[in-house]
């Protein structure tokens, strides 16, 4: 039904760019990624976030997930990018940023599915904690509290969107936790 990769370096990222931006703009305007507007695909804006993105790999904090339809080995149908530190003090703990799902798979298992592989794959990274920011009341919000993700803070003025300001929720949950919480049910 689905694969995952998971891009740890640049040379595997050039494989997918691409196909990532695709997949980014189907999601820019139905509010369920965050950072993102109708100009994004602007003012080059493209190639300044490819850029970030590869200067993360380049420096080993970023791992960027990518789920995959086998029935089209080409379509990327989900991603979600694992942020980590170079910090030894917190090696234990990466932020889950950039989740995103193909609006046509949404409601299917691939929510399930893909935070079960990034819990495994954390797991074995001994990542212990898994934590992420997003703007109150929005989809995602409340998406992530039902994959049992805790508030653990609350910013008033997170972001800003011509002109109102919305408040920003901060959660976290446990990589083993999670990977328990998603674990496929025997029959």
């Known amino acids: 039904m689905y694969s995952f990769d998971f891009i740890e370096d640049i040379e595997k990222f050039k494989l ?18 965050l950072g993102f507007d109708e100009n994004f695909e602007k003012n080059n804006q493209i ?3 490819l850029e970030a993105l590869r200067q993360n790999l380049k420096n080993k904090t970023l ?4 789920g995959i339809d086998r029935n089209d080995e080409e379509k990327i149908i989900s991603t979600c990018q694992i942020k980590t530190s170079l910090q030894n003090t917190t090696k234990h703990i990466a932020d889950l940023q950039k989740g995103i ?35 109150e ?4 919000h409340k998406i992530w509290l039902k994959c049992g993700f805790r508030v653990y803070g609350i910013l008033e003025d997170y972001s800003r969107l011509n002109k109102e300001k919305f408040k920003g929720i901060y959660m976290a949950q ?6 328990e919480l998603t674990q496929p049910k025997l029959n």
Request: proline residues 3%.
């Open 174 to 179: 446990s990589s083993r936790e999670l990977f």
């Open 101 to 135: 799902i193909d609006p046509h798979y949404r409601g299917s298992s691939l929510l399930k599915t893909t935070l079960n592989q990034i819990a495994s794959y954390c797991l074995c990274k001994d990542i212990e904690l898994l934590t992420l920011d997003v703007r």
């Open 63 to 66: 791992v960027i997930v990518v």
């Open 47 to 49: 190639e300044a976030y």
């Open 16 to 33: 997918y760019e691409s196909r990532l931006i695709s997949l980014l703009s189907k999601s820019i305007g139905d509010e369920s990624i």
């Open 137 to 140: 009341n929005s989809p995602a």
